[in-house]
């Protein structure tokens, strides 16, 4: 089975995005809206002036990625998001993204310069914890935390489909992340994530962490941030060289709404 021409285009694309973005930002390209009334505007340059074309929403979870500078512009960013999925789904997961734009840089913020969650291991070392520690007048046991689950993968024993060139792009009918030619010995994946908040906890459902391979458990590759007790966004950089991609779930009052992920390699 061979890859399509258009996914071809769109892995080139994230990677010269994340490329893009190296250069400007610490961790991750995704950006969200902080505006008070919770929107922006995007807009693109039409003869002289600036045409509206759509409108990405801090309350509907809308994440979308950083490019560069609008052309000619000092207020104005370039982004990149995906065509939202109008169904009544209670999980989407995009891995291409087909709409841009540009945005007033002082209406959003970078994922990662959002309050940070403390991070942490369990015991047995196979789980990574954020815990929400913002605000010390909260009894330990009542913040916010967000578990991370990983675990050996018994993929090798499950029904592999790869391409012209021998790579495997997928996995019991799902597509891979984190693999190249054979699954290696040893390989983990996600098993679990978990939210649990104060009259809330949930765990992502299936679709969300599926043929997640070789999970990062370097912190400096994860990350869980907040704009507020009802959006929460945990971002991965997985996997290594030509294997490694990139993703951000939204957490949507306290369970995983939606989910962008690409491959980068490095």
């Given at each position: 089975m061979m890859i399509?021409?258009k ?7 994230f990677?010269?995005?994340?490329m893009a973005?190296?250069?400007g ?7 969200v809206?902080?505006?008070?009334d919770?929107y922006?505007?995007?807009?693109v ?8 074309i759509?409108k990405?929403?801090?309350?509907a979870?809308?994440v979308?990625i950083y490019?560069?500078p609008?052309?000619?512009e000092t207020?104005?960013?370039w982004i990149?998001?995906?065509?939202k999925?109008d ?7 995009y ?9 007033n840089?002082?209406?959003v ?5 959002l ?5 942490s291991k ?5 789980s990574?914890i ?10 330990g046991?009542?913040r916010?935390?967000?578990?991370i689950?990983v675990?050996p993968?018994?993929?090798?024993l ?11 792009i997928?996995?019991?009918?799902v ?6 030619k ?10 679990s994530?978990r939210?649990?908040?104060p009259?809330?906890?949930?765990v992502?459902v299936r679709?969300?962490?599926k043929?997640m391979f ?7 590759n994860?990350g869980?941030t ?13 996997g290594?060289g030509?294997?490694?991609y990139t993703t951000?779930?939204?957490?949507k ?6 989910q962008?992920i ?5």
């Amino acid at each position: 089975m061979m890859i399509s021409v258009k996914k071809t285009f769109y892995l080139s694309v994230f990677s010269f995005l994340f490329m893009a973005f190296a250069k400007g930002q610490n961790k991750v390209p995704f950006g969200v809206v902080k505006a008070e009334d919770g929107y922006a505007m995007v807009r693109v340059h039409k003869d002289d002036y600036r045409k509206i074309i759509d409108k990405i929403r801090m309350k509907a979870g809308d994440v979308f990625i950083y490019v560069k500078p609008a052309p000619g512009e000092t207020e104005w960013i370039w982004i990149k998001y995906p065509e939202k999925d109008d169904t009544d789904k209670p999980f989407v997961r995009y891995d291409s993204i087909t709409k841009e734009g540009m945005v007033n840089k002082d209406r959003v913020v970078f994922v990662d310069k959002l309050p940070q969650f403390t991070p942490s291991k369990s015991k047995n070392g196979r789980s990574l914890i954020f815990t929400d520690n913002t605000n010390p007048k909260i009894p330990g046991n009542q913040r916010t935390k967000v578990i991370i689950d990983v675990y050996p993968s018994y993929a090798k024993l499950k029904k592999q489909e790869k391409d012209a060139d021998g790579n495997i792009i997928k996995v019991d009918k799902v597509k891979a992340w984190g693999v190249g030619k054979e699954i290696p010995e040893g390989m983990t994946e996600i098993k679990s994530v978990r939210v649990q908040q104060p009259g809330r906890g949930s765990v992502f459902v299936r679709d969300a962490i599926k043929n997640m391979f070789q999970p990062t458990m370097d912190f400096n590759n994860v990350g869980v941030t907040a704009i507020d007790n009802d959006h929460i966004f945990l971002y991965m950089i997985n996997g290594s060289g030509e294997n490694r991609y990139t993703t951000i779930w939204t957490i949507k009052q306290g369970k995983v709404q939606s989910q962008i992920i690409y491959k980068n390699p490095e």
